[in-house]
């Protein structure tokens, strides 16, 4: 292919790329999309010589004044598009640039034209990075890098020669040149230089955001069950969906992902037998310990509660309709960027505002765990604050009291009696989905006397309501129960489907301890690999979110803090080592001089002297062997003294021969020579001859191949010596 | 012949710095202007939404400048260039340079490679191109120049520039070359009357020599390898002993030309042309194979013939240089107004610019040409 024609496609290829960006994007109409892609086609056929270009050249207008009238007419529909259908400044402008990028690609003649197309994808591109922040997007991206430098180096290279005076400038036969293999990868290899390039500047700019003249986009994904009031059933109605809520990181954990991880959300006290709410939620606003920390509770101040191990987590929460922010039980730390965070009266933590896009958080979360004193105690008390609010029961609750004392018949102590309330809903009642209590008056006397079968929503709440009626202060809890680890990404993927409902049990020497009375269903299939391929491309997703769409100024702080300490401990360990054979130098030099210097001090004094010496000479030879240029160089003067040892092999067969070499004799002399005196070795000679004198005194090196066509020539003269004989 | 940045040949202090500081300079061209505006443009975007996708293609143009600029550097880095120049060239003469350039680059070449010649720190472009020279590889550019006066030519550097990758920037190199071309005068047409005079006067007052011709020189004892043919006969005969017979030279004609260099500042055109004047002269004589002499104030080139000599005798009239009288308006110091006798200097033409009107001073010269006859004869220069 000839640089001109190499240049037309990679600039049809370039306007393609930030095409498919906008499709992709989905911004493009399908009358649009179907006209782009037909004149996309057209333009590629008729770059490739296809016969039937000029039938339907003819059809097409020629004149310029038609084209201008056409830009015209493209500009008029996008200020109709603006006022009228789309009624927006990015949508509108979007059709009106690929308008342009047909009409563009249509009349693709001059090199000012192409200037025009290279632009134009330019802004197709970067409108398709307004519209989307999903992975294919980097796709895109990389194909465009690598059209944008075939265009922009052919676009160069079929130029003609810059010159102030033209009359003297020599023709450029440049664009009738041909794409060979080795420009093809000296190309490639600029344009993956230019992708590295951009990862580094990328990822070292300072990010800054001004948001002048910004508008939130779309809104965030519905979910259910973290409001003010929660009805019996409406977690039901999510459980098939697979939407992605959040993606949890445990990074101090090791063996996550084997376990079932609970996300706390909300926390309900007021049951009317039909929905859950929360009798008092007012919040009061976190203080902030440290830029962008925030301390829930401390640990410390739960002097008594036994508490389990500090657990991390990382949370990149997708945007909701909510502003609940979920955690392990129970939240101590947050950390974001948060302006602030609010926590109600039953530890549930709230952003002031919903956000409009995913955000990232951590927290530290200390879970729980009964004490002894809980455990073995036959009666509890508790403080009014916690009976008023956690004791609460609907009425006509009877037929479920007395349910609840036959199950506890047996049990002593209050943390017997809920461990029973626990086995019973556990082992006596089936998890099904299919239980359609949204329209039962009592769908709790439904689930336990009735239908036996039910979902988290019910078993909580039923165990809640038990427990209540036997004094034991509980409360509904809603959130989401994680068991998708992602393993390629290490991380829990969170769906809507997993949104739960579990109980917490109030101890007054422990605090609230959760319980889940839901038993584990064995209806989730077992991993497939289709499921694995998906992990495996969500957990592409979550790093290019991470990586890329959410990589902010704290991140790069981050990164430089880790530049920084690495740069810290590697000094250290230099300094460790360089001190380490710096001792072990000096034991070596006084055990091997030591006693020398002792009896014989000139003599050690002279050794020394002569090992520097020694030392000093090596450089000097090693330098002189090896100049500055070698390692630039080194081929060259390696083939160089290559071809001079074949020439020399060369003058011992020919003296051997006979014929006379004087010291004073050139290598063209000695030709002649030889073409007067041995005629069958003329031919060798005379190529060996040349390429002696082209390496060794042309300046030029001799490629690989042309020393093997040496050796074989020195080969062909001991074969002639050998038959002369 | 110099390396790329290594070693600079003797130069003032002043050139070095003046290298030192020009060797390296880039340009923004119409497209490279256009490319950064957009660049810009998607900064203030990015730095207004905060979206880093478009950071992301902030730093891909970012980035392209880098590499535009790292490619450029390549293409004119471990360049070596080598002039091959005349020893001497004729004003208004057009003369042939020879530019060898070498690739040192390891693997990769250099592409779009222009090159322009500074003389004197002025850049001129001489229209040299060259497409693309392959690593390890050579090329030889030809390409004419012309020097407007005579006296010595400087080409400082060789200057080579490069759009390559992109067409965004222009990057310039220098190279140092330094190279001094001696200019002699202008051979200009002289008045064949004037010429001949000259031949005619110094063809009388021309020595008589031994040599090939028809004119008889001397009778002298036969020598042993003696042409038999040579023998004069009748001599021998009358004093029985042979004698053979010599002819005299018949173009032992040897002309002298002193041109004095003394002139004021307000003669230095009537001077200049008196240089042209005397090259063009030797130039006329030498094509009729004349030994020719020539004295420039106290440089001689002495009596000779041949193209080799006639070159010799130019180089110093383009490196002669007018000299001021001095207060007194003195010619005593004046070495081409006190040309003492000497016989191997033959028919002497001595060209005056300047004679001292207050002190006239006595030239030993056959033919004495001063300021007017200057004049008029190289009046059509």
Same mark, same amino acid.
Do not use: C, K, M
């Given at each position: 292919m000839v640089f001109n024609q190499a240049c037309r496609v990679s600039a049809i290829v370039l306007a393609a790329t930030a095409f498919v960006g906008l499709l992709f994007a989905r911004s493009v109409p399908v009358w649009l999309a179907t006209l782009t892609l037909t004149v996309l086609v057209f333009a590629t056929l008729q770059t490739f010589g296809w016969p039937g270009r000029k039938t339907v050249l003819s059809g097409l207008? %020629? %004149?310029?004044s038609v084209w201008n009238s056409l830009l015209i007419g493209a500009f008029l529909l996008f200020l109709l598009d603006l006022t009228v @259908? !789309?009624? /927006?400044l990015l949508p509108a402008g979007i059709h009106f640039l690929v308008l342009l990028l047909n009409v563009k690609l249509m009349t693709l003649h001059d090199r000012r034209d192409y200037r025009h197309l290279y632009a134009i994808s330019l802004m197709a591109i970067l409108a398709s990075a307004a519209l989307t922040t999903d992975v294919w997007y980097i796709s895109v991206f990389i194909l465009y890098l690598l059209a944008a430098v075939w265009s922009l180096l052919l676009h160069h290279l079929t130029g003609g020669p810059p010159s102030?005076?033209?009359?003297v400038a020599q023709v450029s =036969?440049? %664009? =009738?040149?041909f794409i060979t293999s080795r420009f093809f990868w000296l190309t490639n290899g600029i344009a993956v230089l230019t992708f590295l390039f951009t990862l580094v500047i990328f990822f070292i700019l300072p990010r800054v955001s001004i948001g002048v003249l910004q508008q939130p986009r779309g809104e965030g994904l519905r979910t259910t069950g973290f409001s003010e009031r929660v009805d019996l059933g409406m977690i039901g109605s999510v459980k098939e969906d697979r939407q992605i809520v959040m993606r949890v990181e445990?990074?101090?954990? $090791?063996?996550?992902?084997k376990e079932r991880f609970y996300l706390r959300g909300l926390a309900y006290d007021q049951y009317n037998g039909r929905s859950w709410s929360s009798g008092s939620r007012q919040r009061r606003t976190l203080g902030s310990i440290a830029d962008g920390v925030f301390a829930v509770? !401390?640990?410390?101040?739960? +002097?008594g509660h036994e508490l389990s191990e500090p657990l991390r987590q990382d949370i990149l929460l997708e945007?909701?309709?909510?502003s609940v922010l979920f955690a392990a039980?129970? $939240? /101590?730390f947050v950390s974001a960027d948060f302006i602030g965070i609010h926590v109600d009266s039953m530890a549930g933590l709230h952003l002031p505002y919903t956000t409009s896009s995913r955000i990232r958080y951590s927290v530290v979360s200390r879970e729980h765990r009964i004490s002894s004193e809980d455990r073995a105690a036959a009666e509890l008390e508790y403080a009014s604050a916690i009976r008023d609010h956690f004791l609460q029961i609907p009425e006509g609750s009877d037929q479920v009291r007395h349910l609840a004392r036959r199950v506890t018949e !047996?049990?002593? +102590?209050p943390h017997e009696r809920t461990t029973a309330i626990l086995n019973h809903l556990q082992s006596e009642y089936q998890y099904s989905l299919?239980? /359609? +209590? =949204? +329209? =039962?008056?009592h769908p709790i006397d439904d689930f336990l006397f009735h239908r036996k079968t039910g979902y988290c929503e019910h078993y909580a709440t039923a165990m809640v309501i038990m427990l209540r009626t036997l004094g034991i202060p509980a409360r509904l809890v809603t959130g989401f129960l994680a068991t998708e680890w992602n393993e390629f990404g290490g991380y829990y993927t969170v769906r809507q489907r997993d949104a739960h409902a579990w109980v917490e049990v109030f101890y007054p020497h422990s605090g609230w301890i959760t319980l889940d009375p839901t038993p584990t269903t064995s209806s989730i299939p077992s991993p497939s690999m289709w499921e694995g391929v998906q992990r495996l491309g969500e957990s592409i997703r979550l790093h290019w979110d991470r990586a890329f @769409?959410?990589?902010s100024a704290r991140d790069q702080m981050a990164v430089i803090h880790s530049f920084r300490e690495g740069s810290d401990s590697a000094r250290d360990a230099v300094t460790r080592w360089t001190v380490a054979l710096g001792a072990a130098a000096l034991h070596l030099i006084r055990t091997s001089i030591g006693p020398v210097q002792a009896s014989h001090p000139i003599v050690a004094w002279t050794l020394l002297l002569a090992s520097v010496i020694a030392l000093s000479a090596l450089i000097l030879a090693v330098r002189h062997r090896w100049p500055s240029g070698h390692f630039t160089r080194g081929v060259p003067v390696r083939r160089q003294q290559q071809i001079v040892q074949h020439y020399r092999s060369m003058l011992r067969i020919v003296a051997r021969r006979g014929i006379r070499i004087a010291p004073s004799t050139t290598p063209t002399e000695l030709m002649q020579h030889v073409r007067q005196s041995w005629s069958e070795a003329e031919s060798a000679v005379a190529e060996l001859t040349a390429l002696y004198c082209r390496g060794r005194f042309g300046n030029s090196s001799l490629s690989s191949g042309e020393l093997v066509r040496a050796v074989e020539q020195i080969r062909d003269l001991q074969r002639l010596a050998r038959a002369s004989q | 012949m110099t390396k790329a940045f290594g070693h600079i040949p003797t130069v003032s202090f002043q050139s070095r710095l003046r290298y030192l500081a020009t060797r390296r300079s880039i340009r923004l061209t119409s497209e490279g202007v256009r490319f950064l505006l957009f660049t810009v443009g998607i900064g203030v975007a990015a730095i207004n939404t905060g979206n880093n996708l478009f950071y992301l293609l902030l730093a891909m143009m970012l980035s392209l400048v880098v590499i535009s600029g790292l490619l450029s550097e390549h293409c004119l880095r471990r360049l070596e260039f080598h002039r091959h120049l005349p020893d001497l060239i004729m004003a208004n003469d057009p003369t042939t340079v020879t530019l060898s350039v070498t690739n040192h680059n390891r693997w990769l070449p250099s592409f779009s490679l222009r090159l322009s010649d500074v003389a004197s720190g002025q850049h001129v472009d001489r229209g040299l191109f060259i497409d693309h020279l392959a690593a390890q590889r050579s090329v030889l550019l030809s390409y004419p120049i012309v020097a407007s006066t005579r006296g010595k030519l400087y080409l400082d550097c060789v200057r080579a520039e490069t759009l390559f990758p992109f067409g965004l920037f222009l990057k310039r190199a220098l190279y140092q070359v330094p190279a001094e071309i001696p200019v002699s005068p202008p051979i200009r047409p002289v008045s064949l009357r004037f010429v001949d005079e000259i031949i005619s006067e110094g063809q009388g007052l021309s020595l008589p020599r031994r040599? *090939?011709?028809?004119q008889l020189y001397n009778l002298r004892l036969y020598q042993a390898?003696?042409?038999?043919?040579?023998?004069h006969w009748m001599t021998t005969a009358r004093t029985s002993t042979l004698m053979v017979r010599e002819t005299e030279a018949e173009d032992q004609r040897r002309i002298t030309i002193a041109l004095s260099t003394l002139a004021p500042d307000e003669r230095n055109t009537l001077f200049e042309h008196s240089v042209t004047l005397v090259a063009s002269l030797l130039w006329h004589l030498s094509q009729r194979s004349y030994p020719l002499r020539l004295i420039v104030h106290e440089a001689d080139s002495g009596p000779g013939c041949g193209s080799d000599h006639l070159l010799a005798m130019l180089r110093l009239l383009a490196l002669c240089e007018r000299r001021a009288p001095d207060a007194a308006g003195?010619? #005593?110091?004046?070495?081409v107004l006190t #040309?003492? *006798?000497?016989?191997?200097?033959?028919y002497t033409v001595v060209v005056l610019p300047w004679s001292d009107p207050e002190a006239p001073a006595a030239v030993s010269g056959d033919r004495v040409l001063h300021a007017s006859h200057i004049e008029g004869l190289t009046h059509g220069f």
């Open positions: 207008p %020629a %004149a310029p @259908i !789309s009624r /927006e102030a005076n033209p009359a =036969s440049r %664009a =009738s040149w445990l990074p101090d954990q $090791a063996d996550a992902g509770r !401390s640990g410390a101040n739960r +002097t945007a909701l309709d909510t039980p129970f $939240a /101590e !047996s049990a002593v +102590t299919d239980a /359609e +209590t =949204s +329209t =039962s008056l @769409i959410r990589y | 040599g *090939h011709g028809t390898g003696d042409d038999s043919r040579a023998i003195s010619s #005593l110091s004046n070495p #040309l003492g *006798h000497d016989a191997d200097r033959g």
